[in-house]
């Protein structure tokens, strides 16, 4: 059974550092992986999509990694802003599932000024 | 182009109660996904549907079931309403059954079950 996990919980840091986010999953049979991101009260935010061939993805300051040999996949991001507070998630599609996504609980950041 | 759209976006119901939530999927998007998100949790998977077939369903009661329409977009449908069905409803959809591209979500309805 797929189980993904996100460590940290949560996580506090001052403005302008560089942080990353962690997410692990037990099966590497997966489509892909994708990191989210949540404003509280509000849906999710599609950050970045990595295909299970590719190793990495970028858009801006944010860089996501994937290693699916070790089942682990982190989320990189550059220069840390205030308005980056938010919770992110990362999700895996497993093969023979269709098309259903299995979630991490999360990561709750807060950056401060 | 418009996002995946969801109404209502907040509602109150007791227990017992009926509720049906409406998603419409991005323009061209044959996939519609449910999920449930109650507070300080994942998001977990509820239904799929992809060209109007049920195609995938989570770990719920009958009490949930839903539907597509032909122009894709989906309803959710809870009966008999229980406190603890009280979260954030939210609705995904993609090009394709196996999703192996991108999901979109929707904002959300936020249900409470009083």
């Known amino acids: ?113 | 182009d418009a996002g995946v759209t969801q109404s209502p976006t907040h509602l109150i119901k007791t227990r017992g109660q009926h509720v049906t939530l409406r998603c419409s999927p991005i323009s061209g998007h044959k996939s519609v996904s449910w999920y449930q998100q109650v507070l300080g949790q994942g998001p977990q998977f509820i239904f799929q549907y992809y060209e109007k077939e049920e195609r995938g369903r989570g770990n719920f009661p009958d009490r949930f079931s839903a539907r597509q329409f032909p122009n894709y977009s989906s309803e959710l449908n809870v009966n008999a309403l229980l406190l603890g069905d009280s979260a954030l409803y939210l609705c995904a959809s993609s090009q394709d059954f196996a999703n192996t591209g991108e999901l979109f979500f929707g904002e959300g309805s936020r249900l409470t079950v009083l």
Do not use: H
């Open chain 1, 1 to 113: 059974k797929q189980e993904v996990t996100q460590i940290p919980a949560a996580l506090s840091v001052p403005e302008g550092e560089n942080l990353v986010l962690n997410c692990s999953f037990t099966d590497s049979a997966i489509y892909n992986l994708q990191w989210f991101r949540q404003d509280p009260g509000k849906g999710l935010t599609s950050l970045l999509l990595i295909q299970s061939s590719q190793r990495e993805q970028t858009s801006g300051r944010l860089n996501a990694s994937l290693d699916k040999s070790s089942g682990r996949s982190t989320l990189y991001i550059a220069a840390s802003q205030p308005g980056d507070s938010a919770t992110y998630l990362c999700a895996v599609i497993p093969y023979n599932q269709g098309g259903k996504l299995i979630f991490g609980q999360g990561t709750e950041l807060s950056v401060k000024p």
